[in-house]
């Protein structure tokens, strides 16, 4: 019987010793050391995208796309060297700390639910593509079903990009102050805003050469003047199913990419300016066609608090992107509100989901 597990033992050791061969041969060692090397040097390019904004390099605003991937695959890699124990992890443990660093997390844990306090005030974010006037969903009555969510949510602001028709304001009955209309839009991609506070003042900040704009509103606030900003950052035209990507040449893709993606950035500027110059509170909402890891929310976000930074949870996706999940719709607000709360919803009724913040105003 000893001889017999003697026998068994000897065996599982020679198994296990081709299995070790086989893994670590030295052609398969330098390859992995080798793809382990790219994904560093990549998520490190990455961490000074935002400082960028020369349009030369623009084109490296797609790293900004990639960063969850490029964590996760670090992260992979810091495992297998761990696993093998071998000083190799050093890289990929060195280059997730630096993204830390720069970039903070993009996945948030939840562990307890704060009460939240009723006094505040709630506002939404969406783009809602139009109410499907292009007819990419086969729901005839999405503007009916927007609307019903509204009315169940209740917020007290509601930021609409892409608002389709002008006409659509009269059946928010319940926001008695809106501004949406095509004063100096040119052609522009609607903007809307409606409200269950007084608007005292709106005005576009127009986006030179483009489809997409930004505007602002001066909402009454019990006794505070606070300025939101709806944000609409250029569009990168390669909305799913459009076939953009497949149809066309991966050169003059990356050209024609590259050339919005430098229109984010001066476009983000331009809001930014305006931000700098303001003396109320601020808030701020939109689409930025961009993730938290670019120049764009860089430029806009600055010293104002994320909402879903502060107080989301999981990973926060708005936009599925080819079945990619990402985080491209923003809420975000100075320091004069404390973030009490923060919701993305899952509904599918755009190509966007809605978003929306509970904030409380903590200084006069």
């Given at each position: 019987m000893k001889a017999f597990h003697r026998?068994?033992?000897?065996?599982?050791?020679?198994?296990?010793?081709?299995?070790?061969?086989?893994?670590?041969?030295?052609?398969?060692?330098?390859?992995?050391?080798?793809?382990?090397?790219?994904?560093?040097?990549?998520l490190l390019i990455a961490c000074v995208v935002p400082y960028i904004s020369d349009e030369r390099f623009s084109f490296l605003t797609f790293l900004s796309l990639t960063v969850p991937f490029l964590v996760i695959a670090n992260l992979l890699f810091l495992v297998y060297w761990l696993w093998l124990r071998k000083l190799e992890l050093l890289?990929?443990?060195?280059?997730?700390?630096?993204?830390?660093?720069?970039?903070?997390?993009?996945?948030?844990?939840?562990?307890?639910?704060?009460?939240?306090?009723?006094?505040g005030i709630s506002v939404m974010s969406y783009n809602v593509r139009g109410f499907n006037k292009y007819g990419d969903l086969p729901n005839r009555f999405v503007?009916?079903?927007?609307?019903?969510?509204?009315?169940?949510?209740?917020?007290?602001?509601?930021?609409?990009?892409?608002?389709?028709?002008?006409r659509k304001r009269e059946y928010l009955k319940d926001y008695p102050y809106h501004d949406l209309q095509y004063i100096y839009m040119n052609k522009k991609v609607l903007l809307g805003v409606f409200s269950k506070y007084p608007i005292v003042k709106s005005d576009f900040i127009c986006f030179p050469d483009s489809f997409n704009n930004a505007m602002y509103v001066d909402v009454l606030y019990k006794k505070d003047t606070v300025r939101v900003y709806n944000v609409h950052l250029q569009s990168l035209g390669v909305t799913p199913g459009m076939g953009s990507i497949v149809n066309q040449r991966s050169d003059k893709l990356l050209k024609k990419v590259s050339r919005?993606?430098?229109?984010?950035?001066?476009?983000?500027?331009l809001v930014r300016a305006n931000i700098d110059q303001c003396k109320y509170k601020k808030i701020l909402c939109g689409d930025f066609n961009n993730t938290q890891f670019s120049y764009a929310y860089k430029?806009?976000?600055a010293d104002l608090q994320d909402t879903f930074i502060e107080k989301g949870s999981?990973?926060?996706?708005?936009?599925?992107?080819?079945?990619?999940?990402?985080r491209i719709d923003f809420i975000f607000a100075d320091k004069d509100f404390k973030i009490q709360q923060h919701k993305n919803y899952d509904l599918k009724l755009s190509d966007h989901y809605p978003i929306m913040a509970r904030l409380k105003l903590t200084s006069n």
């Amino acid at each position: 019987m000893k001889a017999f597990h003697r026998q068994k033992k000897i065996f599982y050791l020679k198994q296990a010793r081709k299995i070790k061969v086989v893994k670590h041969t030295p052609t398969l060692y330098k390859f992995l050391f080798f793809l382990n090397g790219i994904s560093v040097l990549l998520l490190l390019i990455a961490c000074v995208v935002p400082y960028i904004s020369d349009e030369r390099f623009s084109f490296l605003t797609f790293l900004s796309l990639t960063v969850p991937f490029l964590v996760i695959a670090n992260l992979l890699f810091l495992v297998y060297w761990l696993w093998l124990r071998k000083l190799e992890l050093l890289l990929s443990a060195v280059a997730i700390g630096v993204a830390y660093l720069f970039f903070g997390t993009f996945y948030k844990f939840t562990f307890s639910k704060a009460a939240i306090e009723e006094e505040g005030i709630s506002v939404m974010s969406y783009n809602v593509r139009g109410f499907n006037k292009y007819g990419d969903l086969p729901n005839r009555f999405v503007f009916e079903d927007i609307k019903s969510f509204v009315d169940k949510e209740q917020p007290d602001i509601i930021c609409f990009q892409e608002a389709g028709y002008s006409r659509k304001r009269e059946y928010l009955k319940d926001y008695p102050y809106h501004d949406l209309q095509y004063i100096y839009m040119n052609k522009k991609v609607l903007l809307g805003v409606f409200s269950k506070y007084p608007i005292v003042k709106s005005d576009f900040i127009c986006f030179p050469d483009s489809f997409n704009n930004a505007m602002y509103v001066d909402v009454l606030y019990k006794k505070d003047t606070v300025r939101v900003y709806n944000v609409h950052l250029q569009s990168l035209g390669v909305t799913p199913g459009m076939g953009s990507i497949v149809n066309q040449r991966s050169d003059k893709l990356l050209k024609k990419v590259s050339r919005k993606f430098h229109k984010q950035q001066q476009q983000a500027k331009l809001v930014r300016a305006n931000i700098d110059q303001c003396k109320y509170k601020k808030i701020l909402c939109g689409d930025f066609n961009n993730t938290q890891f670019s120049y764009a929310y860089k430029t806009l976000r600055a010293d104002l608090q994320d909402t879903f930074i502060e107080k989301g949870s999981g990973y926060g996706r708005t936009l599925n992107f080819h079945k990619v999940p990402l985080r491209i719709d923003f809420i975000f607000a100075d320091k004069d509100f404390k973030i009490q709360q923060h919701k993305n919803y899952d509904l599918k009724l755009s190509d966007h989901y809605p978003i929306m913040a509970r904030l409380k105003l903590t200084s006069n």
